[in-house]
């Protein structure tokens, strides 16, 4: 491959190689809610701006609109108070406002297993790294479902890895700051304790180990490549998304 290898890629190995060469194919994605709270909160990314309630975004009003601000990210109305509103639930908060001060969203290159690899962690302070992320729940009972679910612990220890790999030193500590997107938007700081880190590390290189074989092969197969026995699963059984089931906030 001619890009550097990023993790949002490598985490569609977990649900199939044939998943994964689609997610490389060149394509645009929708900057959502989520995305708008982030280049809020970071101060990154364009200026974001709402516009008027009720109004629809076609005529001239909108086009008149839309140049006046060309080069933003125009939300409804609705959506920007959403995004503002994680924005000033974040600034409140005395810990995640400390661990969202450092090296803005500094993107580190680095080789591993042969690949060019890459990665972009939202804050760099110098001792520790911290992703944000925006979502439906920042419960603290029910959150680790979602890191296990995305990979999150995974995505923290490439870029603690890569971090050290290209020469910028090896962060101590990694952290998440979780913020709701509907209100009260309540915000909570998780910190990734080494044995998560070690899950993560070890999912990741399994997924590499896994994408070099395929490489080497020129076979990227899907789910299975032989007939599946079907079994309903027992209704206590719970189910979770996989790492690649959706996109992460």
């Known amino acids: 491959m001619t890009e550097p290898l990023r993790f949002s890629a490598l985490r569609r190995m977990s649900q199939s190689p044939?998943?994964?060469?689609?997610?490389?194919?060149?394509?645009s994605s929708a900057i959502d809610i989520g995305n708008a709270a982030d280049s809020l909160i970071l101060g990154d990314g364009p200026g974001v701006i709402?516009?008027?309630?009720?109004k629809v975004r076609r005529g001239k009003d909108w086009e008149a609109f839309e140049a006046a601000h060309a080069g933003k990210l125009i939300l409804t109305a609705?959506?920007?108070?959403?995004?503002?509103?994680?924005?000033?639930?974040v600034a409140a908060h005395a810990d995640a406002t400390r661990l969202l001060t450092g090296i803005i969203r500094q993107t580190r290159?680095?080789?591993?297993?042969?690949?060019?690899?890459?990665?972009?962690?939202?804050?760099?302070?110098?001792?520790?790294?911290?992703?944000?992320?925006?979502?439906?729940?920042s419960d603290p009972r029910r959150f680790p479902w979602k890191v296990r679910d995305f990979a999150y612990h995974a995505q923290l220890a490439w870029y603690q890895d890569g971090t050290e790999l290209a020469g910028l030193g090896r962060p101590d500590d990694c952290y998440i700051v979780a913020v709701e997107q509907t209100p009260p938007h309540v915000v909570t700081v998780f910190q990734l304790n080494p044995h998560a880190l070690d899950l993560g590390r070890r999912l990741y290189r399994l997924w590499l180990?896994?994408?070099?074989?395929?490489?080497?092969?020129?076979?990227?197969?899907?789910?299975?490549?032989?007939?599946?026995?079907?079994?309903?699963?027992?209704?206590?059984?719970?189910?979770?998304?996989?790492?690649?089931?959706?996109?992460?906030?």
């Open 78 to 89: 609705t959506e920007y108070a959403k995004a503002a509103g994680m924005a000033e639930a």
């Open 50 to 54: 709402g516009y008027h309630e009720g």
């Open 209 to 249: 180990e896994h994408l070099k074989i395929c490489d080497e092969s020129g076979e990227f197969p899907g789910y299975s490549q032989s007939i599946v026995d079907l079994d309903l699963p027992d209704p206590d059984e719970e189910y979770h998304l996989s790492a690649a089931g959706e996109a992460a906030a």
């Open 109 to 137: 290159e680095w080789e591993l297993l042969g690949y060019r690899c890459r990665g972009t962690p939202d804050v760099d302070g110098g001792g520790f790294l911290t992703d944000l992320k925006t979502g439906e729940t």
């Open 18 to 27: 044939a998943h994964y060469l689609a997610a490389i194919q060149p394509d």
